[in-house]
């Protein structure tokens, strides 16, 4: 109660009144204000590139913020994945998808909700947060390749729908979308292996329904 008035009469300032993020933060429940400082202040000493130092936090003037409030929440729900705190990690990597932000923000989020998912070996939340991905392609796909100079790059979302299919039995759905991803321009160095071995499991199927 009594670090709760303080807070309320506090001079408010730093990264968190920059980004206009004051109201989330002292909504959240104390333990989770604690681990959102808590990985702020370790990416202040782990990232030589991040431009601010713990005490900008929740304290002085900050302008210039290279960040929206998507990115920077995202940013330390990244932090939290690299120190495999994978519960935290996925709730705020959520936090930040609910803010205002860019497709492509989001997908960067997705990207890295995919791999959380396979570190916890939880393949239904990889596939939920995959087909999110996919749904959202359309969106961001312009700016995607805007950024990599006129192609696209390599999408996770896109390998692992595929294997989720061909492991749901789908092989004729998997090849299709095989067929979809190098045909759109996606990088894909697997095409190759990929499609030769969905092409023998659908004549293997083939020859045993025959």
Same mark, same amino acid.
């Given at each position: 109660?009594?670090?709760?008035?303080?807070?309320?009469?506090?001079?408010?300032?730093?990264?968190?009144?920059?980004?206009?993020?004051?109201?989330?933060?002292? $909504?959240?429940?104390?333990? =989770?204000?604690?681990?959102?400082?808590?990985?702020?202040?370790?990416?202040?000493?782990? $990232?030589?590139?991040?431009?601010?130092?713990? &005490?900008?936090?929740?304290?002085?003037?900050?302008?210039?913020?290279?960040?929206?409030?998507?990115?920077?929440?995202?940013?330390?729900?990244?932090?939290?994945?690299?120190?495999?705190?994978?519960?935290?990690?996925?709730?705020? =990597? $959520?936090?930040?998808?609910?803010?205002?932000?860019?497709?492509?923000?989001?997908?960067?989020?997705?990207?890295?909700?995919?791999?959380?998912?396979?570190?916890?070996?939880?393949?239904?939340?990889?596939?939920?947060?995959?087909?999110?991905?996919?749904?959202?392609?359309?969106?961001?796909?312009?700016?995607?390749?805007?950024?990599?100079?006129?192609?696209?790059?390599?999408?996770?979302?896109? !390998?692992?729908?595929?294997?989720?299919? !061909?492991?749901?039995?789908?092989? &004729?759905?998997?090849?299709?979308?095989?067929?979809?991803?190098?045909?759109?321009?996606?990088?894909?160095?697997? =095409?190759?292996?990929?499609?030769?071995?969905?092409?023998? &499991?659908?004549?293997?199927?083939?020859?045993? $329904?025959?």
């Amino acid at each position: 109660m009594i670090g709760r008035v303080f807070r309320i009469f506090r001079e408010k300032g730093g990264i968190l009144k920059a980004l206009d993020l004051w109201d989330w933060f002292e $909504n959240l429940p104390h333990k =989770y204000q604690k681990k959102v400082k808590y990985y702020y202040s370790l990416k202040t000493i782990k $990232n030589i590139n991040f431009p601010f130092k713990a &005490k900008h936090f929740d304290t002085g003037e900050v302008g210039n913020v290279p960040y929206t409030k998507r990115t920077f929440l995202g940013s330390l729900a990244q932090q939290a994945l690299l120190e495999k705190d994978f519960e935290f990690a996925e709730w705020l =990597y $959520n936090e930040a998808l609910k803010m205002e932000g860019t497709p492509l923000e989001a997908h960067m989020i997705l990207n890295d909700l995919i791999l959380l998912a396979q570190n916890k070996r939880d393949v239904e939340k990889v596939k939920e947060y995959v087909l999110k991905d996919v749904e959202l392609y359309p969106q961001y796909k312009e700016e995607l390749r805007q950024r990599w100079g006129g192609t696209l790059p390599q999408i996770t979302a896109f !390998e692992i729908y595929v294997y989720l299919l !061909e492991r749901e039995g789908k092989i &004729k759905e998997a090849l299709d979308m095989v067929e979809w991803i190098r045909k759109e321009g996606i990088t894909y160095p697997f =095409y190759d292996e990929v499609k030769e071995r969905l092409l023998s &499991k659908l004549k293997e199927t083939s020859e045993q $329904n025959s």
